[in-house]
């Protein structure tokens, strides 16, 4: 069931475009995450959202009805605030309180609600500090607490956890995954972390200069990137451009890529995960080239491979350690199913 | 080591040309003014060193103890009026686009140009029998003789008031627009109506400014003397004018050093009393 319907929302700051045309549907009970470089917009999507920006063009329904008519007090929506906002005259466990006295609760009620979440949050000793005498990481973790205390239809959060050390962070991760399927929120999370959002989000819109480039489940934002952006914007990719003629790519310089090309003719990119891209013994109709560094991470080993006739390097991903050393003259191949074209 | 003697010293020299100035050229000579109450006064004015608590008691007949009574309550009023008009147009000012509020400021700022004596005079002209407003209010035929403007207490309130109101308005301006808009959102979001907003948010943010601006215009307010001199028309005379008299008049600066000792006494109570109130609202 679609719980919030963006429609075709536009927004202008003088000259500079926030938001153009944005058109996302929403799920009861998704967790939606919103990925995009610094500036695309991300921010004033959810500022909207919350009512403290009104759309040039464009609606918002919520449940089916018009959330922009409603005002910002009334809406039932929380967002936490990308500076997180805090009261700066009120303790820990009065911040955290603050939504929750608005709804006329029982006094113990609150008290409880607010000792529960702050636990979840780790600040329970912190419950009678003021935001001042917090770390950057302790305030970010108020702001969540304030603002999923209330357990709203539709919780927006702000880039929630990038203050957050790994450890914790995986910690609140969990905490949020639990609120989603324990009470039900419906979650528009933004971050700048593609991780956290492959490992949380059902669905991820990538936004880059104000417009929606394509909203996916995380595997098939990754598998099958339908833009230029995307591919560039998620992971690490290889990409060529160049054109399709009569069903075969050829990239510029180098001539024809292994790929099934599925779009018609005309000038395309072709793009191939470095976890895809095979090194071979050279042979001859083969893209070829001399591997320039080779670094091992662990788990994997990254090949940069400088290719003769391109002039950026083609990165190669093995498992453990490899074999191959700088110097070496390799042949790079892929299997076509696993290239990803994209028209232009 | 040597850096922290270095920055003391740094600290000296910004400190020290307005620490002289404040406490050797006022301080000093204002606790030797202040230390004459305890002797008499000579015959022809002048102090003569013998000691004495007469004044102190003198202090506390109700002739001086009305007058410093009554002091207190005007200069109450004015502050308790400068705080309810000074506010709201404060915080008005601070919502204006960036030109309207340059050009709001200029105005609350543009009497400070003028000497103050001066526009308290211009203000009889208004107010006067003959005067500007009550010619307008026979003109409209509001009112068939002259009312008495002039020269009661109501007055002086309104001079005090006019006089002052822009010592409240401009630092609870600054504090206003210093507040971040996005703590009145996220008290919105969390379901606060724009007033329970502003009675939880914005106005316990920017209290201590507005306690500095009670301060700024209760204490000359206390200690005016020309305001009830010129529009009270010497009828309604305030602590200020005591202290004048006993000075310029009576020729007797003992008892006049005693009843600005009440003076201090009451600011500086006050600047206690701001500063642990702002400190308590800003944190700790
Ligand atoms: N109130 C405003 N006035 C003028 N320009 C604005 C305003 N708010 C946002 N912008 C501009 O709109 C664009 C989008 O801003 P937004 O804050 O939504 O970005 P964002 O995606 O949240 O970025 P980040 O990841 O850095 O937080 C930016 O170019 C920004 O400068
Ligand atoms: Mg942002």
Redesign the interface.
Known sequence: MTLLSIEGVSRKFGNVTALSDVSIDIQQGEFFALLGPSGCGKTTLLRILAGFETPDRGGVRLDGADLLKLAPHKRPVNLMFQSYALFPHMTVAKNVAYGLERENLPRAEIKARVGEVLEKVGLEPMANRRPAQLSGGQQQRVALARAIVKRPRLLLLDEPLSALDKKVRAEMQLELKRLQHEVGITFVVVTHDQEEAMSLADRIAVMDQGRVEQVDAPVTLYDRPRTYFVADFIGANNLFTGAIRGGVFSAEGLGPLPSKATTADGSAALAIRPERVRLTEPTPGMVQGVVVDVSFYGGVSHIAVEVTGLGRKVLAATQGSARITPGTVVGVTWRPEDAVLIAN | MSRGRGSNLARLIFLGPGLIMLTLLAVVPMLLMLSTMFFQRGRFGGVVYEFTTANFSRLFQPLYLNVIQDSLVVAGLVTVLALLIGYPTAYAIAQLPPKWKTIALLAIMLPFWTNFLIRMYAWTILLSGPGLVNEALTGIGLIDKPLELLYNRGTVVVGLLYGYLSLMILPIYSAVERL?P??R??????????V??FF??TL??TLPSALIGAVLVFVPSFGNFVVPEILGGGKAIMVGNLIRDQFLKARDWPFGATIALVMVVVTVILLLAQAVVSRR????
Do not use: C, K, Q
């Open positions: 971040d996005r703590l959102e996220a008290s919105a979001n969390l379901g606060a109506s724009p329970r907003t939880s948010v316990p943010l609202t800003r944190s700790a």
